[in-house]
């Protein structure tokens, strides 16, 4: 999943093929639109590097899948927030409770 925020929908990412050109279509999960568009790239290292250019919501959920033709090239989720502290930011948080254990185990002989 990638972090994207209402002022910058810059990915990185390595798609199976190493392509500039490619066909966006990015799916809101909340309203469940589709919309396509041509994208290029740039390269960054070992990565490439897409703007999406669209306008997020904050707190809503897009699905991305970048296709050549009809080969899909990437899939991924991105989140909109625009809090600066990724590191802290847990997007599950209070979703997940552990399970509570005593650790005994039972040996048979």
């Known amino acids: 999943m ?3 925020t209402t002022s910058s929908q810059v990915i990185k990412c390595i798609p199976r093929e190493k392509t ?11 309203t469940r639109e589709t919309t396509t568009k041509n994208l290029t ?3 960054v290292g070992n990565f ?3 703007d999406l250019d669209f306008t997020p919501i904050e707190g ?22 625009n809090q ?3 590191d802290a930011y847990k997007i ?4 997940y409770v552990s399970p509570t254990t005593n ?3 039972i040996f048979n002989e």
Request: aromatic share 14%.
């Open 60 to 81: 809503n959920y897009y699905s991305i899948t970048l296709k050549e033709g009809a080969n899909i090239l990437y899939r991924d989720m991105l989140f909109c927030t």
């Open 41 to 43: 790239g740039t390269e």
């Open 92 to 95: 599950s948080k209070d979703e």
């Open 20 to 30: 500039l050109n490619v066909t966006l279509a990015l799916r809101d999960e909340q």
């Open 48 to 50: 490439i590097q897409y």
């Open 103 to 105: 650790n005994e185990y």
């Open 2 to 4: 990638q972090v994207v």
């Open 84 to 86: 600066t502290n990724f």
